[in-house]
């Protein structure tokens, strides 16, 4: 029921800036965690930025001071906002949707992922 559609992604230097959005439609339990995962060729989807419909936040550990998630409920739209960027944030990048935070992310719903490139 619940429909997620990334924009932003692309290719940026090393040190640069790209703002992703998340367009959600769906009812309104099911977006009350809304938030950012991604995935690395090789690797597991990992946990980037959530945030709860009040403003509760988690951050991955490698992304503290650099990126910042933010949402409008007005609009159900969902923003991260990736400063500094390295090449080590070079992953597909995919917003999800839930009911609570600490619920499993598949519980909820994914979008289609956007393509997140960090090089020289």
């Known amino acids: 029921q619940v429909q997620l559609v990334e924009s932003g992604g692309g290719l940026v230097q090393p040190g640069g800036s790209l703002r992703l959005s998340c367009a959600a439609s769906g009812s309104i339990f099911s977006l009350n965690v809304m938030g950012w995962y991604r995935q690395a060729p090789g690797k597991q989807r990992e946990l980037v930025a959530a945030?709860?419909?009040?403003?509760?936040?988690r951050y991955a550990d490698s992304v503290k001071g650099r990126f910042t998630i933010s949402r409008d409920n007005a609009k159900n739209t969902v923003v991260l906002q990736m400063n500094s960027l390295k090449p080590e944030d070079t992953a597909v990048y995919y917003c999800?949707?839930?009911?609570?935070?600490?619920?499993?992310?598949?519980?909820?719903?994914w979008g289609q992922g956007t393509q997140v490139t960090v090089s020289s």
């Open positions: 945030i709860t419909r009040g403003g509760n936040t």
């Open positions: 999800n949707s839930r009911v609570v935070l600490d619920a499993r992310p598949d519980s909820g719903s």
